[in-house]
C-alpha cells in the first residue's frame, strides 16, 4: 500500500532534518559561521587540508637486541627462583643468541624444565631453541617464528604510541598507517611544519632506572670499558656532564614502561623544570624496594640510551612516584611528558621521508571537485525533471537531501573526507539518480499497460526496489572490500561510496515513495505525466 502512516512520516522527515542539520557545521565553516567545538564536523584530508606526511622506519636489529636482553632477565629470575637455585655464570650475547655456563653438569635436566615456560610465547608457539655445548653451556636462539612475532608486535605497538603522542599534541584526525613489516605512514592535516612532530615521534622515550657500578674505575669507564655485568653510557648532550659517561649494572633496574602518569612541573626549591612521573601498583613497589635496599648508592636515570642524572638514594622512596630534573626548557619537559604519558616506543623509528601540502593545493582541490559536482548535478537534474516532469521534481530534492545526509553521516561519524571521496560524491549522485530512474521508467510501463495510477505507482517502487537492492548490496561489497583491504585515500572513497549507498537507497525508496503517495492520495489523479 502506497499510504504512509502519520507517526512514519514524522519519524522520517525528524531523521532526514537531524542528519541534514548535522551536515551545517561542514558546509557553512567556510562562511565562517562557528558552530562551536562540540559540533559534528566533516575532517579534510591531507590532500584537502593540506598538512604534513612522515614515512618512519624501524630497525628489526633493535627488536632482536630488547629481546635478548629481556630474555637475559628472564633467565636469571628463573634460575635464581628455581628451589634450589641454580647456579651459573659466564653469561654472553653474540650473533643473536643468548648463552651461560652452568656451575655443575647435573643441573642441565632442571635447567631445561625451568626455562621452558619462558621459551614458549602464546598459543604455546616456541619462540627459542634452546641446545647445549660443552657439556654445560646452554645456548638461546630465537627461532624465525619468534622473531617475526616479536616485530609484528612491537610495529604494533609502536603505531600506538604514536597515535597517543599525536592526540596529545592536539592534532585531529591524523593518518597512521603500517606499511610493510617495519614501516609507518604517519599524515597529520592541517599542520603546517612537521618539526616538532618529528621531534616528538622521533623521541623514543625509553626510560631506565640503573644502579651506578660503584666499582667501575673512572679510567675504565672514559676508556669505554667496563666491567663483566655493566656496560657504559654517555651523558645527554643537556646534562651538567655532557662528554662524559657513566658505568651501570646492566640488569636489575626498573623500565619506565610501569609509568601511568606524567607531567612537566618546576621544582618549588630549586625553580628548575622537572617532570613529575607516577608508577602503577607493581613498579611503585619495585622501586621502593630498589630504593630500599639500595640507600645511599647512585642510580642512573637512563632516557633513550643517554644519562639524564645520577642522583642518590638518599631514603627509601615508597609512594610510587619520582622527579626527573636534567636541565630542560619548559617546552623540552613538557615533551617529554608527553613521550612519557604517551608511552615509550618498542622500537627506535627513524624518519626516512618528509613532505609537506600546502593548505592552497588543497583549496583547488576542493573547488575543482565542488566544480564538477555541480555540473554534473546540474545536468542531471535538468535531464530529470525534462524526462520525467513532476517526479523528476521528486528525485531532484531527493538528491539535495542525499548529499546532506551522506555529509551528515560522515561529520557524526567523524569521517576525514580525502581527494578520492569527492569522487565518491559524484559516484554517489549517479547512483541515486539511477535508482530514480528505474523507479519512473518501471511505473512508465506500468502506466503503458493500462494500470490504475495508483497501481502503477505501487507496483513502480515494489519491482524496481527489488533491482535497486540487488545493485546496491553488490556495490556495498565491493565497497567494503575496498574499505577492509585498502589503505589512505582508497579507505576515503570506500567510505564515502558505503554511505552513499545507504542513503541513496533511503532517499529514492523511502522519502520519494513518501512524497508521491501524499500526492496521489491527495489529488488523485487520472493520469500523470512521467
Not at 502519520?6 to 567556510?30: C, N
Not at 648532550?237 to 602518569?261: H, M, P, T
Not at 627506535?348 to 564538477?372: D, K, N, Y
Request: net charge negative; charged share 20%; glycine share 10%.
Amino acid at each position: 500500500m502506497l499510504d504512509t502512516p502519520l507517526w512514519k512520516k514524522l519519524a522520517l522527515w525528524a531523521v532526514t532534518l537531524a542528519l541534514a542539520a548535522a551536515a551545517l557545521p561542514s558546509l557553512l565553516a567556510s562562511a565562517g559561521v562557528d558552530f562551536g567545538e562540540d559540533a559534528p564536523r566533516v575532517n579534510l584530508g591531507l590532500d584537502l587540508a593540506g598538512g604534513s606526511h612522515l614515512l618512519l622506519e624501524a630497525d628489526p636489529e633493535d627488536v632482536a637486541s630488547q629481546r635478548l636482553e629481556n630474555m637475559e632477565e628472564a633467565v636469571e629470575a628463573a634460575l635464581r627462583n628455581a628451589s634450589p637455585p641454580i647456579e651459573f655464570g659466564d653469561t654472553s650475547r653474540s650473533d643473536g643468541a643468548f648463552s651461560f655456563m652452568l656451575d655443575r653438569a647435573a643441573d642441565i635436566d632442571r635447567a631445561r624444565g625451568v626455562l621452558e615456560p619462558i621459551m614458549m610465547g602464546e598459543g604455546l608457539r616456541r619462540e627459542w631453541d634452546l641446545a647445549v655445548v660443552d657439556g654445560q653451556r646452554i645456548v638461546l636462539t630465537p627461532t624465525d617464528a619468534g622473531v617475526s612475532t616479536a616485530l609484528n608486535s612491537a610495529m604494533e605497538g609502536a603505531v600506538e604510541v604514536v597515535r597517543r603522542r599525536i592526540d596529545l599534541l592536539g592534532t585531529r584526525e591524523p593518518t597512521i598507517i603500517r606499511q610493510g613489516d617495519t614501516r609507518i605512514v604517519v599524515q597529520v592535516p592541517g599542520l603546517a611544519d612537521p618539526q616538532a612532530l618529528k621531534e616528538q615521534l622521533g623521541q623514543t622515550a625509553q626510560l631506565e632506572f640503573k644502579l651506578v657500578d660503584q666499582q667501575a674505575l673512572p679510567s675504565n669507564t672514559e676508556a669505554g670499558v667496563a666491567n663483566p655485568g655493566s656496560q657504559i653510557y654517555p651523558y645527554a648532550a643537556n646534562s651538567n656532564f655532557a662528554g662524559q659517561s657513566e658505568a651501570v649494572k646492566r640488569l636489575g633496574g626498573i623500565r619506565g614502561d610501569s609509568l601511568i602518569n606524567a607531567r612537566a612541573g618546576v621544582n618549588p626549591q630549586t625553580n628548575e623544570n622537572v617532570v613529575n612521573i607516577q608508577f602503577d601498583q607493581q613498579g611503585g613497589q619495585r622501586f621502593a624496594q630498589l630504593s630500599t635496599q639500595n640507600v645511599g648508592e647512585r642510580f642512573a636515570i637512563i632516557l633513550d640510551g643517554e644519562v639524564i642524572s645520577a642522583p642518590f638514594f638518599n631514603e627509601p622512596i615508597l609512594g610510587g612516584s619520582a622527579q626527573i630534573s636534567g636541565n630542560f626548557t619548559a617546552e623540552s619537559a613538557n615533551q617529554l611528558a608527553i613521550s612519557l604519558q604517551s608511552g615509550a616506543l618498542p622500537v627506535p623509528l627513524t624518519v626516512i621521508e618528509e613532505r609537506t601540502v600546502s593548505a592552497e593545493l588543497g583549496e583547488q582541490s576542493i573547488r575543482s571537485g565542488l566544480i564538477a559536482m555541480m555540473i554534473g548535478s546540474i545536468a542531471v537534474i535538468a535531464l530529470m525533471i525534462a524526462t520525467y516532469g513532476r517526479f523528476g521534481v521528486y528525485a531532484t530534492i531527493a538528491l539535495v537531501i542525499n548529499v546532506l545526509i551522506l555529509l551528515g553521516l560522515m561529520a557524526i561519524g567523524n569521517f576525514t573526507l580525502t581527494l578520492p571521496g569527492i569522487a565518491g560524491f559524484v559516484l554517489t549522485i549517479g547512483a541515486a539518480v539511477d535508482a530514480n530512474v528505474l523507479i519512473n521508467e518501471r511505473i512508465r510501463e506500468e502506466r503503458k499497460r493500462g494500470r490504475r495510477v495508483i497501481t502503477a505507482v505501487e507496483n513502480g517502487y515494489k519491482e524496481a526496489s527489488r533491482a535497486i537492492y540487488d545493485a546496491n548490496i553488490t556495490n556495498f561489497i565491493a565497497g567494503a572490500l575496498l574499505f577492509w583491504f585498502g589503505s589512505g585515500p582508497i579507505r576515503g572513497f570506500a567510505v564515502v561510496l558505503v554511505i552513499g549507498l545507504i542513503t541513496s537507497v533511503f532517499t529514492a525508496l523511502t522519502l520519494t515513495r513518501m512524497w508521491v503517495a501524499g500526492y496521489v492520495g491527495s489529488r488523485r489523479p487520472k493520469d500523470i505525466t512521467i
